[in-house]
């Protein structure tokens, strides 16, 4: 199968926006590659239901965040092409990838201790959820309701309507979580999707990215998928400063696997920046035709040096939707059940 470029998809314009939403709150700009910090009581969504917390679309909570450029990218219509997925080996029912061990018994309930926990149930105000993350909407809402909810009476929901371009995102910046000890973290969120978009549109679903060591340049780690078949896709960018529209670097590697629509999915992930390792599960089961060790599959520019996906010292963690270019489709999506620690967690009981 034929491989499209993904140039014009991967350097659409993504940048985050400057505007502030419209609650009081303060932030600190991003310097030397580190996201800005800062807290705001932003404006409940739109979004059906009652929303306890979120900014409406076109708004973001509070202070800067590093480019987010959605090139978690894979070809543009079409299924993936074979040289990047790794065959049919990746589908769900295969044994885990090689050095990653199954959670242990007590896997699923979020352990003490744990680096961050969020079911998202306690939001009860407009603004709770701009308190506690910073929350990013462009043409799109975010916000806690209780539309739909995985465990618990209340959830993530991301509404972004069909004909443009999307960034409902939820983030964490800097200290308390980062930097991370031995700069390697486990995470693990439910998440239920409406829909893929239409074409061939990408997708970043787990971002997380920061200076690469003894640098400037910023490089990224992200997961998403890739339509109109959803494949599971990892990606890599490195850009010459965090807020630089065109990627030096620009990698991706593609499973065969689609993510699920209309049900609660288990996803989980592996950012290992000793061993420049990414690994990800899906409802427990680990995708090793995607998990990227040291080097992916398909690189829309050069490779980077050496062909190795250097991990930067990990900085920020961004959750939600972020959709490059535009659909046709509108995309709903829920999130809960959010958690990070040193070690995996495993999918949670409902």
């Not at 090689?98 to 926990?117: F, I, N, T, Y």
């Not at 599971?232 to 593609?254: E, M, N």
């Not at 060790?293 to 690189?299: A, D, F, L, N």
Request: a negative charge; charged letters at 10%.
């Amino acid at each position: 199968m034929a491989t499209v470029s993904l140039a014009a998809s991967c350097s659409g314009n993504d940048a985050v926006p400057a505007k502030a939403g419209t609650g009081a709150g303060t932030g600190s700009g991003a310097a030397n590659g580190q996201v800005g910090t800062g807290s705001a009581a932003a404006a409940a969504g739109t979004s059906a239901g009652s929303g306890n917390g979120g900014v409406a679309a076109g708004q973001s909570s509070s202070g800067s965040l590093e480019r987010l450029d959605g090139s978690a990218g894979g070809p543009e219509g079409g299924a993936p092409d074979d040289s990047s997925s790794g065959g049919m080996s990746d589908a769900i029912g295969e044994a885990g990838a090689v050095g990653m061990p199954p959670p242990d018994a007590a896997a699923g309930a979020c352990p003490s201790g744990a680096l961050l926990c969020d079911d998202f149930e306690k939001y009860a105000a407009a603004g709770d959820l701009g308190a506690a993350w910073h929350v990013i909407a462009n043409t799109a809402t975010v916000q806690v309701d209780a539309t739909k909810a995985f465990k618990g009476k209340q959830a993530l929901h991301i509404s972004a309507p069909a004909g443009s371009n999307h960034m409902g995102l939820i983030a964490k910046e800097g200290a308390p979580l980062f930097p991370i000890a031995g700069n390697t973290f486990y995470g693990r969120m439910m998440m239920w999707l409406s829909g893929y978009p239409s074409g061939g549109n990408h997708w970043n679903n787990v971002q997380s990215s920061g200076l690469l060591p003894n640098s400037t340049q910023t490089a990224k780690y992200a997961w998403g998928g890739d339509g109109p078949l959803g494949a599971v896709t990892a990606g890599y960018t490195i850009r010459v400063t965090p807020d630089a529209g065109t990627q030096l670097y620009d990698c991706y590697s593609q499973s065969k696997t689609p993510i699920p629509v209309q049900k609660w999915v288990c996803v989980e992930w592996k950012f290992d920046g000793v061993a420049n390792e990414m690994h990800y599960w899906l409802e427990g089961q680990s995708l090793p035709g995607v998990d990227v060790i040291k080097t992916g599959g398909v690189c829309v520019t050069p490779p980077p040096p050496g062909g190795i996906w250097q991990a930067p010292v990990f900085s920020n963690l961004s959750l939600g939707w972020q959709q490059p270019n535009p659909s046709t489709a509108a995309i709903e999506m829920w999130v809960d059940e959010v958690a990070v620690d040193t070690k995996q967690i495993g999918c949670p009981s409902p």
